[in-house]
């Protein structure tokens, strides 16, 4: 019974941090009238609590396996519920944008920490691989409950309500958590190496800024700064791991094709879906207008094939192997992503609601299956450290996917824009759709000129997107093993 109280609790934390990920999608257009941000803002807002988890996620992994991921847990947590206060209650974009880069810090605590206890806490191969897929079930479901949530709160609140939720299940994290989890640590850890952790930063943050920087079409000197930074940010942090007697992350790991064809898979698809969906909100509002809430509702579609997946994971791996089960998966989501694109510009939105079915199924199938394999691949005792890095390669994901894709769509939205001449409202609708929906009439020409414009964007970076999850299948199946061990007893 304590065991399950224990998954309970970690998984309402990655619930938390998953629609914590998304829950501001469908309150851009609102926070947009309040705080006025710029185009580069508002990316920022949406980003930069990725880019805070991913920077941070090694060094938070590596403390959790010395301080004890327990202890780590609740403090992150009571961190994460003051900075979800500062959040709601910002007074302009940039006090936001710092408060979601707290969130992203205490978030970066609580993940490594959730996956770490769960490969401690069930140590039989079958019964983890079921925790983690309820785990992973709970992530991916995150994701798509985010602006269901979100939109039920802004039909009747103001856009910082949706950071408020955060309290009461932190509240509940920290008080249950504090009597049923268990508290584990590496033995062996050693000292805490600070010159990796600020390495591993260097290596991270300058390489997503550069994305963003030159998806953004801007190649400068800062651009070239950035590129050089990141580089030599990542030889230094290898090389230190290479010399070092107890180094933060295992480079040799990579070598084992099992676990770097899973973290590569784990990125590609959070790359694509993260994109998608960060945009997809907008096109519901924004594009076929409706309100937060029915936004939200029609993306539980993909929601709920997420959550189906738990229900198939087991039988795919045994009757075809792990390998070939996430290739099938990704395959499947990037056939949903394509539909999506084609439908996009249809009159009816219930084909493109039921579009994301297939996206949806396939991503829960195959995060489920990379998250176990990472995880089963490596000792309890490094635990910390497989998860930390299968979190990063989640998070960069999610990060790069809104930066890239994003800046892609903006590129894209510019380039179709074909403004009616001297109608008036030129640069709000060439700045964003969501500026010239809150600044022009809905008459407006500029803003029709605007819609079309959007859509067309929105439909080419969705089939960028299919693309890049295509490629996912292909290296799941070139790399990753078709172990079906350990699998008998799942399901």
Do not use: C
């Amino acid at each position: 019974m304590r065991r399950h109280l224990s998954l309970a609790v970690l998984t309402g934390a990655v619930l938390l941090l998953a629609i914590d990920s998304t829950v501001l999608y469908l309150a851009v257009p609102s926070l947009t009238r309040d705080l006025d941000p710029s185009a580069t803002q508002v990316l920022w807002i949406g980003d930069i609590y990725s880019l805070a988890i991913a920077g941070l996620l090694v060094t938070m992994g590596n403390v959790a396996d010395r301080i004890g991921r327990k202890k780590l847990l609740l403090i992150g947590s009571a961190a994460f519920g003051v900075a979800s206060i500062v959040a709601a209650f910002a007074p302009t974009a940039e006090v936001l944008i710092v408060a979601r880069l707290a969130l992203g810090a205490a978030g970066a605590t609580l993940m490594p920490s959730t996956l770490s206890l769960i490969r401690n806490i069930y140590p039989d191969p079958a019964e983890r691989t079921r925790a983690i897929a309820i785990w992973s079930a709970a992530a991916a479901s995150g994701i798509a409950l985010g602006p269901i949530i979100g939109g039920a709160l802004l039909e009747h609140f103001w856009w910082g309500s949706v950071f408020l939720i955060n309290i009461p299940v932190m509240l509940a994290v920290i008080v249950v958590g504090a009597i049923v989890l268990p508290e584990s640590k590496n033995p062996e850890a050693g000292r805490f190496d600070l010159l990796s952790s600020a390495l591993s930063m260097l290596a991270i943050v300058p390489f997503v800024a550069l994305i963003k920087r030159v998806a953004g079409g801007s190649i400068d000197p800062l651009a070239l700064t950035l590129a050089v930074a990141a580089a030599l940010g990542s030889w230094l942090f290898v090389r230190r791991q290479r010399r070092s007697a107890h180094p933060m992350i295992d480079v040799d790991l990579f070598r084992n094709g099992a676990f770097s064809g899973a973290v590569s898979v784990n990125f590609i698809s959070v790359f694509a879906m993260s994109g998608t969906l960060f945009f997809f909100s907008q096109y519901l509002q924004l594009a076929r207008e409706l309100g937060p809430l029915q936004a939200g509702l029609a993306e539980l579609p993909a929601a709920l094939a997420s959550m189906s997946a738990v229900a198939v994971v087991g039988t795919l791996l045994r009757r075809i192997g792990r390998g070939r089960a996430i290739a099938l998966a990704l395959s499947i989501g990037a056939v949903g992503l394509v539909l999506v694109g084609v439908l996009e510009s249809s009159e009816s939105l219930i084909w493109v609601v039921l579009a994301l079915v297939p996206l949806g199924f396939g991503i829960g199938i195959s995060e489920t299956l990379s998250v176990d394999a990472v995880v089963s691949s490596v000792s309890p005792a490094k635990s910390g450290a497989a998860s930390s890095i299968s979190e990063t390669a989640y998070e960069l994901g999610a990060a790069m996917g809104i930066a890239i894709l994003g800046s892609l769509m903006t590129v894209f939205y510019r380039a179709h824009l074909v403004l009616p001449a001297a109608s008036g409202g030129e640069e709000a609708a060439r700045d964003s759709l969501a500026r010239a929906a809150s600044e022009l009439d809905a008459s407006h020409p500029a803003l029709a000129a605007a819609h079309e414009a959007f859509v067309s964007a929105m439909q080419t970076t969705t089939f960028i997107a299919a693309g890049v999850m295509a490629i996912g299948a292909v290296v799941a199946w070139r790399l990753i093993p078709n172990t079906r061990a350990s699998v008998e007893h799942h399901g």
